[in-house]
């Protein structure tokens, strides 16, 4: 039986982090020349790169390491098989962490172009090469692209897909387009394309659309009210943004206390310290009065 290069990768990725682990403990050593341990295995170490915090001399010099490794790691792969997707979107990753993005653009575009790229793989890998090309400043060709590419099979790459073709309108300073490309995207029925539509929306300052995206998501009413008064305290409608904050935190819901811990800078700079920890302050319970039931 053939696999396809999904799930070649789905199959390598977990077999490549206990080989990574293997690895970071015990060095190197031999590691079976299969291309699915090597991609798998540099696309670990790639990761992990990815993740460490570079300011400091030792993380600086352990993502070095890494990158290193899942270079050479890479390289062997493409001894292995030079043509195939796998090897190819490897490379563009790696490429693109150390900054080419252009030529990262290229590798996953041959990545697409290869014999053995699936549909699904491509419909991601069109994802990535537009991401590539914008941080390449090429956004023209990025949008060319999303535009061109055949519908993603899978929901979630079509929804990655719309968000980014709104975040490079909107940095390519086409606010009108981007605005009606989110506005479209809050009307599919793909998870949580409209909670992605209003945050898009409400980044770019589109304070009424976002409110329409609001409406059609289907997070719970409490989240609703908190991202509504966030909204309305954006737009200058300080006193409606006040009192539905209040409500929202209210109902004692967990994600509204999260969100509000993390904006808390823009609700003291808005409603001031003093009031928004009295929000915040759990109500006392009350003893049952004697002989009520």
Known sequence: ???????????AYPLAVAA?????????????????TLVGSASVRAGMAQQMDASSPDGAALRARLLAEAGDLAARAAAVDPEAALVL???????????????????????RSASDCEAVHRD?????????????????????????????TLEAVA????????????????????????RALADQS??????????????????DAAEEALAKSRWQRPVQDYFLARLKLRSGHTDTAGSLLERSIGTG????????????????????AERLDRFMTPRAELATPPGAR
């Open 89 to 111: 979107e490897t490379q563009a990753f790696l490429s693109l962490l150390d900054g080419e993005a252009t030529e990262a653009a290229r590798l996953y575009g041959a990545a």
């Open 253 to 272: 819901d967990q994600e509204v206390a999260r969100q509000c811990r993390r904006d808390r800078d823009l609700w003291v700079a808005g409603i001031g």
């Open 1 to 11: 039986m053939t696999l396809s290069p999904l799930a070649r990768r789905l199959i």
């Open 190 to 207: 793909w998870g949580t394309a409209a909670e992605t539509a209003f945050e898009l929306l409400e980044a770019i300052g589109a304070w």
């Open 20 to 36: 990574a682990v293997s690895v970071w403990c015990y060095g190197f050593g031999e590691v079976e020349a299969d291309l699915e």
């Open 159 to 182: 929804l990655q897909r719309e968000a980014l073709r709104v975040r490079i309108l909107t940095r390519d300073s086409q606010r009108d387009e981007a605005i009606a490309v989110a």
């Open 124 to 152: 991601l890998l069109v994802l990535h090469e537009a991401k590539a090309w914008s941080n390449a400043g090429e956004t023209g060709r990025a949008l060319r692209l999303l535009s061109a590419a055949p519908p993603a």
